[in-house]
């Protein structure tokens, strides 16, 4: 039997299994809706700014609590019918319930309290630019990541449920291109035929862990990664034939003619919820596709990270560019430089640009990738940054900018300390998580630089991760 909704004053001692009425006041980065009860933050997912809720307690830590939503009370002016079915259930697009408008309002709220809050940032009128967002925000995704699971009748390929190892396989994503559907259901007629076994992971059993699919959206080509517990899929051929036929039977109105690149095992036998495996092996084209962002022709390799919205992804590049201001004659770092993708950017209009990188992978790209569009002004490292910024610091100082892109867990307290040590009079910071950018820049500051301009971009319609791009300079003590 359910237990019974507490009152107000018996709200401090929720716990696993209690019911309760909640205000949903924010959203965090996980897009889940933020409310309180008697000072106890409480996260809830399906649930937006403005709805009174029913929810009941899941798990409870010391600070706060996770709920599971029962029912909506007073749904919020902004909510919506969600586009997708599973869109109750699936862990990838949390806000489908909200007006894109309002998501983008809510997106531009987290970022200035993530500065002021975390970063105890003096935010200037117009520091702040208003969000960048998606004229229209659906097929966007250039990379599509499917678990796969269930049994060799009945596959799964989808997307996990709210933070869980859950798959919801759905057969319309409308985030990806209608071709990665038509692609998974190619890959679950396969399944059926050959009788595959899926992978278990709860007693890592099974042979196909996940589909990865990568799309060239200014040359339609396509890449598709199986990822392995074994080291070969039966009927590799018939599979290769048929997803061949899959996409020259899906072209895309909005793309360049398609074509099946790359088809690759990844191979991965460890019991992780990792992933990728360490050995690659081509079984079928070229070892890459190719990508155009702002003019430049990237090469894109299994496992190399490349931004996965090349619509906005070209918005915020050319923020990066408006940004930096370059005239030609500046010598420019760029810290966790990937595939080169801001590096080459900056090499079209700087003097001298090096980039650093710690996967050797993605470096050997971004040199091919300079070769590729006929830049000598470049060069590349591969090492962690924390590692080979303060050895290649003893040899350069003379630097105009720096622009660094470091992952969600932001810069390590050593890049930090050698970005002030190094004193460049301007950097340039790319964010996909606001707590660590407001963390990192708070940082920052003690080292004489100051915020001059905030621009946000909405690269992940329909979830609650917002990218921003800053802009920081040195003041003159």
Known sequence: MAKRTKNANEQNGLQPGDETVLSIEDINHLGQGVGHINGLTVFTTNTIPGDSVHVRVIRRHPKYA?????????????????????????????????????????????????????????????????????????????????????????????????????????????????????????????????????????????????????????????????????????????????LHLCIRENQEAELPPLNLRSVWLNINKARTNVIF?????????????????????????????????????????????????????????????????????????????????????????????????????VSFEAGNTEDVLPIWMEQHRDLDLVVLDPPRKGCESVVLNALGELQAPRMIYVSCNPATLARDLRILQTFSYKVQRVQPVDLFPWTGHVECVVLITRVKE
């Open 277 to 377: 495996g360490p050995e690659d092996q081509l079984i079928d084209g070229q070892p890459w596709i190719e990508e155009v962002i702002v003019g430049i022709r990237s090469r894109i390799s299994a496992q190399a990270f490349f931004q996965v919205n090349p619509r906005q992804t070209a918005r915020l590049y050319q923020q990066v560019l408006d940004m930096a201001a370059l005239r030609g004659h500046e010598r420019v770092l760029d810290l966790y430089c990937g595939t080169g993708s801001i590096t080459l950017q900056l090499a079209a209009q700087a003097l001298y640009v090096h980039g650093i990188e710690n996967h050797m992978g993605a470096i050997l790209d971004a040199r091919i990738n300079a070769q590729l569009n006929h830049f000598t002004n």
């Open 66 to 242: 996770v709920a599971e939503l029962l029912r909506i009370l007073q749904p919020a002016n902004a909510r919506i019918e969600p586009d997708c079915p599973q869109a109750d259930r699936c862990g990838s697009c949390t806000l489908q319930m909200m007006r894109y408008a309002d998501q983008l309002h809510f997106k531009q709220q987290q970022v200035e309290q993530a500065l002021l809050r975390i970063g105890h940032i003096e935010l200037q009128p117009g520091v702040i630019q208003p969000i960048i967002g998606m004229d229209d925000p659906w097929h966007y995704r250039g990379k599509a990541q499917f678990p796969v699971g269930g049994s060799p009748e009945q596959p799964l390929i989808g997307y996990y449920a709210s933070r869980t190892h859950e798959i919801v396989d759905a057969p319309v994503c409308r985030i990806q291109y209608p071709v990665v559907d038509a692609i998974r259901e190619t890959l679950r007629q396969h399944i059926r035929t050959w009788q595959i076994e899926p992978y278990q992971d709860t007693i890592h059993q099974g042979l196909l862990r996940h589909l990865v699919v990568r799309i060239g959206y200014a040359t339609g080509d396509i890449m598709i990664i199986l990822v392995l517990n074994g080291d070969n899929i039966p009927g590799q051929h018939e599979l290769v034939r048929q």
